[in-house]
């Protein structure tokens, strides 16, 4: 059974530009979710989608967007680029999504790790 | 609003050592999950377990075990000989309840590093 997949793995930007990465979760897993790394602030809740409905969304500006498809691929946008946005992007994805089920474990992919010039 | 909280940012012990990773959290919902996970030097997140806030049994898992303990809000991980391979960062999260819209939150992780 393939894992999660993110591409792309490593990508560099300059600031002003924007970015565009891409998560296809594990076939059947309709839940995925987004995290930002960064030495300064750790793992950082992005935002949640659930059969291509957002669920959650954590504390970071518009800038930040995200969407996810009838097949559970989802993508992640971030406009504007900072330097401060450069960061390790995981996508992790969830078999029980629905409110109320018990959380399934979580399986991230390796992550698509941003640099911004 | 949840929180978790991993105070030791570094822990270095020799091989066969046994180390304790400490996790302590906050929420307000009567319902809710721990988990931990390991992250290895490539990146991936690799689930390690799942307890929730109605289970308090203590969990072993082979050089592995886990102490809920509610009274103190704390989910504390052992590892026991601990091996070169167990090198990683750690990190403790708590999925909320309805309350906080199931919601996950990571503490900020520990970075083990086992010294042969």
Redesign the interface.
């Known amino acids: 059974k393939a894992g999660v997949t993110q591409t792309p793995r490593y990508l560099i930007k300059t600031r002003g530009q924007q970015v565009t990465l891409s998560c296809s979760p594990i076939s059947g897993h309709r839940s995925v979710?987004w995290?930002q790394q960064t030495p300064g602030q750790?793992?950082?809740?992005l935002f949640?989608y659930f059969s291509e409905t957002q669920?959650?969304k954590g504390n970071f500006p518009g800038r930040f967007s995200g969407r996810q498809f009838s097949n559970s691929r989802s993508e992640m946008n971030v406009s504007t680029l900072e330097l401060g946005d450069s960061a390790?992007y995981?996508c992790?994805s969830s078999q029980l999504g629905g409110?109320?089920d018990?959380?399934g474990?979580?399986?991230?992919?390796?992550?698509s790790?941003l640099t911004v010039l | 609003a949840q929180k978790v909280t991993q105070a030791q940012t570094e822990i270095s012990v020799v091989e066969k050592e046994d180390v304790t990773l400490d996790c302590v959290y906050e929420t307000r919902d009567t319902t809710y999950?721990l988990?931990w996970?390991k992250q290895p030097p490539?990146?991936?997140?690799?689930?390690l377990i799942?307890r929730?806030s109605f289970d308090e049994q203590n969990e072993i898992s082979g050089r592995y075990s886990w102490n809920f303990q509610k009274s103190t809000s704390s989910f504390n991980f052992t590892i026991t000989a601990s091996q070169v391979v167990d090198s990683a960062v750690y990190?403790c999260a708590l999925?909320g309840g309805?309350g906080s819209?199931?919601?996950?939150?990571?503490?900020?992780?520990t970075l083990l590093t086992v010294n042969p």
């Open positions: 979710s995290y750790g793992l950082q809740f949640e669920r959650n390790l995981l992790a409110q109320g018990t959380p474990e979580l399986f991230f992919g390796e992550g790790r | 999950y988990f996970y490539s990146g991936e997140l690799v689930f799942r929730n990190f999925r309805r819209n199931y919601k996950l939150t990571f503490g900020k992780g």
